[in-house]
């Protein structure tokens, strides 16, 4: 058995101000393109389907387009809803989906019923949690409530719940943050300290292999048996370097698992670029890259600050997404502490120069303390 393991696709995103619809539609058709190569049995989407509990038209739209296509397909498709996705509406129509073959989880109630699959080796049962909270889970099992304090607990009462046979595969798609997960800018953090949200991956325990949501970053807990995917596409800068893929896993007989990853190339990448600006302004800088169609970040290390200097470099980078500088202004955080001392025995310009150095970490240059001198006296003159 084969399937494809995709998620968190945030359709209708829009990243540091700019909508990443374009490159959603674009991606949808990569991911199109290796399904049709590597010719699944199923599909999994687990959960972050939209970037909203109320997605726009766009999005709604190519999860339509997207549902439609692998239906054409005659593929079995198991998603379910992450933190972002609002469960009510993304299980609407679910129950007349499933004659399509289109697996959506509904609203969760305590009840997790398995769809079941075989092939050659037996029946794999496939179980579908959607995102869950401790008071979703002890809102259905409320003779547990005092026993469900933990995002580990709730699942783990959930897995309970599912009476999963030993003697069959099994897998769990679920949309959690599994302990040890390493993890992005673009995801929620947790609100408390110590990851409270966090589920221990040992209540995973019953399953051949658990597809997940959420994390950004594609990846393994433990073993190849509990896998984060990851996005496909990079959502934050603290995601450029990542190499964003569609995991396919093969099941053979229980106990026989195997990943392989497909990269996914972007229509325009998330990269970072840092210099002088006059070097990464320079033609032969950028010429051979696709930087002036990608998403950019610039650092700037100039010391001084590049007047109107965002407008100049969108004539170069077209789709600059953000602007810092890392100097010794910068570095040296521009805290400013007791400089002055015995104030009354320096001059303004002193005191101004010692102002400037505490807030930049350098010393004004010559041409600064001409204009300064030149201001000074201006405005001497004009009070007298």
């Given at each position: 058995?084969?399937?494809?393991?995709?998620?968190?696709?945030?359709?209708?995103?829009?990243?540091?101000?700019?909508?990443?619809?374009?490159?959603?539609?674009?991606?949808?058709?990569?991911?199109?393109?290796?399904?049709?190569?590597?010719?699944?049995?199923?599909?999994?989407?687990?959960?972050?389907?939209?970037?909203?509990?109320?997605?726009?038209?766009?999005?709604?739209?190519?999860?339509?387009?997207?549902?439609?296509?692998?239906?054409?397909?005659?593929?079995?498709?198991?998603?379910?809803?992450?933190?972002h996705d609002s469960?009510?509406?993304?299980?609407?129509?679910?129950?007349?989906?499933?004659?399509?073959?289109?697996?959506?989880?509904?609203?969760?109630?305590?009840?997790?019923?398995?769809?079941?699959?075989?092939?050659?080796?037996?029946?794999?049962?496939?179980?579908?949690?959607?995102?869950?909270?401790?008071?979703?889970?002890?809102?259905?099992?409320?003779?547990?409530?005092?026993?469900?304090?933990?995002?580990?607990?709730?699942?783990?009462?959930?897995?309970?719940?599912?009476?999963?046979?030993?003697?069959?595969?099994?897998?769990?798609?679920?949309?959690?943050?599994?302990?040890?997960?390493?993890?992005?800018?673009?995801?929620?953090?947790?609100?408390?300290?110590?990851?409270?949200?966090?589920?221990?991956?040992?209540?995973?325990?019953?399953?051949?292999?658990v597809a997940l949501?959420?994390?950004?970053?594609?990846?393994?807990?433990?073993?190849?048996?509990?896998?984060?995917?990851?996005?496909?596409?990079?959502?934050?800068?603290?995601?450029?370097?990542?190499?964003?893929?569609?995991?396919?896993?093969?099941?053979?007989?229980?106990?026989?698992?195997?990943?392989?990853?497909?990269?996914?190339?972007?229509?325009?990448?998330?990269?970072?670029?840092?210099?002088?600006?006059?070097?990464?302004?320079?033609?032969?800088?950028?010429?051979?890259?696709?930087y002036r169609e990608?998403?950019?970040?610039?650092?700037?290390?100039?010391?001084?600050?590049?007047?109107?200097?965002?407008?100049?470099?969108?004539?170069?980078?077209?789709?600059?997404?953000?602007?810092?500088?890392?100097?010794?202004?910068?570095?040296?955080?521009?805290?400013?502490?007791?400089?002055?001392?015995?104030?009354?025995?320096?001059?303004?310009?002193?005191?101004?120069?010692?102002?400037?150095?505490?807030?930049?970490?350098?010393?004004?240059?010559?041409?600064?303390?001409?204009?300064?001198?030149?201001?000074?006296?201006?405005?001497?003159?004009?009070?007298?």
């Amino acid at each position: 058995m084969r399937f494809v393991h995709i998620s968190d696709l945030h359709l209708g995103k829009r990243v540091n101000g700019f909508s990443m619809v374009e490159d959603q539609r674009y991606i949808l058709e990569k991911i199109m393109g290796v399904i049709d190569d590597e010719r699944p049995d199923a599909v999994i989407i687990a959960g972050d389907v939209y970037d909203r509990s109320v997605p726009s038209a766009e999005a709604v739209e190519m999860l339509d387009d997207f549902l439609s296509e692998l239906a054409e397909r005659s593929l079995r498709v198991f998603l379910i809803s992450g933190n972002h996705d609002s469960p009510e509406r993304l299980a609407f129509g679910g129950r007349l989906m499933e004659e399509s073959g289109i697996h959506i989880s509904p609203v969760y109630d305590g009840i997790v019923r398995p769809v079941t699959m075989e092939d050659e080796y037996g029946k794999i049962d496939i179980y579908m949690l959607p995102f869950v909270k401790p008071v979703h889970v002890r809102k259905a099992f409320p003779e547990k409530e005092s026993e469900i304090n933990s995002y580990t607990d709730a699942v783990a009462a959930a897995i309970e719940a599912m009476d999963v046979k030993d003697d069959r595969r099994n897998v769990l798609i679920t949309h959690q943050f599994v302990t040890g997960a390493s993890r992005s800018d673009s995801e929620d953090a947790p609100l408390s300290a110590g990851w409270t949200d966090d589920v221990y991956a040992g209540v995973f325990a019953p399953f051949d292999y658990v597809a997940l949501g959420h994390i950004h970053g594609p990846q393994s807990i433990g073993s190849d048996r509990i896998r984060y995917c990851g996005t496909p596409l990079k959502y934050s800068f603290s995601e450029a370097s990542h190499e964003k893929s569609v995991t396919v896993v093969s099941m053979g007989a229980k106990g026989d698992l195997s990943l392989d990853t497909v990269p996914l190339v972007p229509k325009r990448d998330m990269v970072e670029i840092k210099g002088r600006y006059m070097d990464i302004t320079a033609r032969d800088f950028y010429e051979g890259t696709n930087y002036r169609e990608d998403y950019v970040h610039v650092t700037l290390t100039d010391d001084e600050d590049i007047p109107e200097v965002i407008g100049k470099l969108r004539t170069v980078y077209g789709n600059l997404m953000k602007l810092d500088y890392d100097n010794a202004r910068t570095r040296s955080g521009g805290t400013v502490t007791d400089i002055a001392g015995k104030g009354d025995e320096k001059t303004p310009a002193e005191l101004f120069g010692e102002l400037y150095e505490a807030q930049n970490g350098a010393a004004m240059s010559a041409e600064q303390k001409a204009l300064l001198e030149t201001l000074i006296e201006d405005i001497w003159e004009g009070d007298r």
